[in-house]
């Protein structure tokens, strides 16, 4: 394969991240994927000497770069709703995302019957629209028992999860506890602080939250 090749297969190369950055349903991994895509097709036009297309593309670099670091110094106004598992409005959200919650969360199945015995139930939502769902059965030691912990696409930078388990620890909940498989929504476990000890995902709210 001759340079020519390569130069080639790094220009299609940007150009595939750039495409595959509109078809994210978070504006964060948007950004990001379409910032990188925005670097490569930049140095593929300064190599074949592209001008215009270089200027042009990192002008799209600097864009993105700018409304990544407004989306992180800025806080989202959330507010939380504490209800039962049996509320319409719940069971609502449960349904419309049913697909969705099924490939993070493999074992909860809303038409099972999975939340009978949970006790605890909390709405997020953001600009008066829901965001997150959090299911669980608190116990009178404070722990939770999570059954569900789910953020809707548009809202899988964390901040849905940072913010609940930070009015969490304000109500007395002093350690969540994820018995269930985790499957793909581990990663997220990971980010969140969780530790497995014995099969069981946990985390202590004492800690500071930062």
Same mark, same amino acid.
């Given at each position: 394969?001759?340079?020519?090749?390569?130069?080639?297969?790094?220009?299609?190369?940007?150009?595939?991240?750039?495409? +595959?950055?509109?078809?994210?349903?978070?504006?964060?991994?948007?950004?990001?994927?379409?910032?990188?895509?925005?670097?490569?097709?930049? @140095?593929?036009?300064?190599?074949?000497? &592209?001008?215009?297309?270089? @200027?042009?593309?990192?002008?799209?670099? +600097?864009?993105?770069?700018?409304?990544?670091?407004?989306?992180?110094?800025?806080?989202?106004?959330?507010?939380?709703?504490?209800?039962?598992?049996?509320?319409?409005?719940?069971?609502?959200?449960?349904?419309?995302?049913?697909?969705? @919650?099924?490939?993070?969360?493999?074992?909860?199945? &809303?038409?099972? !019957?999975?939340?009978?015995?949970?006790?605890?139930?909390?709405?997020?939502?953001?600009?008066?629209?829901?965001?997150?769902?959090?299911?669980?059965?608190?116990?009178?030691?404070?722990?939770?028992?999570?059954? +569900?912990?789910?953020?809707?696409? &548009?809202?899988?930078?964390?901040?849905?999860? !940072?913010? +609940?388990?930070?009015?969490?620890?304000?109500?007395?909940?002093? !350690?969540?506890?994820?018995?269930?498989?985790?499957?793909?929504?581990?990663?997220?476990?990971?980010?969140?602080?969780?530790?497995?000890?014995?099969?069981?995902?946990? !985390?202590?709210?004492?800690?500071?939250?930062?």
């Amino acid at each position: 394969m001759d340079i020519h090749m390569i130069v080639e297969l790094v220009g299609y190369f940007g150009s595939a991240l750039v495409l +595959l950055s509109f078809l994210m349903t978070s504006v964060v991994k948007l950004r990001i994927i379409n910032m990188a895509g925005g670097v490569i097709c930049t @140095i593929y036009s300064l190599v074949i000497h &592209a001008y215009p297309t270089a @200027i042009m593309n990192t002008c799209l670099v +600097l864009i993105n770069f700018y409304y990544l670091m407004r989306i992180r110094k800025t806080e989202r106004a959330y507010d939380v709703i504490e209800g039962t598992p049996e509320e319409s409005m719940l069971r609502y959200f449960v349904k419309r995302y049913a697909a969705d @919650i099924q490939k993070y969360f493999p074992d909860f199945n &809303a038409s099972a !019957k999975t939340m009978e015995g949970c006790n605890a139930a909390y709405i997020v939502c953001h600009d008066d629209a829901p965001t997150g769902i959090l299911i669980g059965n608190r116990r009178a030691d404070g722990e939770l028992d999570v059954i +569900l912990d789910y953020s809707t696409p &548009a809202y899988r930078d964390c901040s849905v999860g !940072k913010y +609940l388990y930070s009015r969490l620890k304000e109500q007395g909940i002093r !350690k969540l506890s994820f018995t269930e498989t985790p499957g793909p929504h581990e990663s997220y476990l990971q980010t969140m602080g969780f530790v497995k000890e014995d099969g069981t995902y946990v !985390k202590e709210l004492d800690q500071n939250e930062n």
